[in-house]
């Protein structure tokens, strides 16, 4: 297999150094930049064209779903793995319906880390610990977002689900 290209971005500088170490001692994993904000990750990402982003959420400036969105509507062609410490449900919904390829808490053990690399660079999702491809992926968004839909709805009353413009302004939001 290709050298699996990464940019590791997280604005704390020891655990960047963890993930890097981490990622670096697996055969065939190359470490090609790293970045301390969500403005330099997008550059870097935009210029090195690395198959892996893995991505801290909470980063100065622009957050790791921003850059994650900016990637897709860009049709970069690099996977956003995205990070947090905060393995809060819904951001997990707006972390995948930005287009990252995975979600990882930052207490995941480091050989979870790298097999959710080679899943994600294999072209699959990895949510919750769980791999999907990507009718599954699109399958397990769209139930997300019903019960979210359900959540919100007034009782005794039909939800109105939004118009396809109002979705496409809300993707634009997001």
Same mark, same amino acid.
């Given at each position: ?50 198959h892996i982003a893995v991505v801290d959420i909470n980063l100065p400036g622009m957050n790791g779903q921003q850059v994650t969105h900016q990637v897709v509507q ?22 995948? /319906? ?41 399958? /397990? ?34």
């Amino acid at each position: 297999m290709k050298e699996i290209t990464i940019v590791i971005v997280d604005d704390h500088p020891l655990f960047r150094q963890g993930v890097i170490n981490t990622l670096s001692l697996e055969p065939g994993f190359k470490i090609v930049g790293q970045a301390s904000n969500g403005a330099d990750a997008l550059t870097m990402i935009r210029t090195l064209h690395p198959h892996i982003a893995v991505v801290d959420i909470n980063l100065p400036g622009m957050n790791g779903q921003q850059v994650t969105h900016q990637v897709v509507q860009d049709k970069l062609s690099t996977r956003i793995l995205l990070l947090t410490a905060y393995d809060d449900h819904e951001q997990i919904i707006h972390a995948a /319906w930005a287009g990252a390829a995975a979600y990882c808490a930052k207490d995941i053990d480091p050989a979870q880390l790298v097999q959710t690399v080679k899943e994600v660079v294999n072209g699959k999702f990895v949510i919750e610990n769980r791999v999907f491809d990507q009718k599954e992926v699109e399958r /397990w968004l769209d139930d997300e977002m019903e019960k979210v839909r359900h959540l919100y709805s007034e009782p005794g009353s039909p939800f109105h689900p939004l118009s396809e413009r109002e979705a496409q302004v809300l993707t634009c939001v997001v």
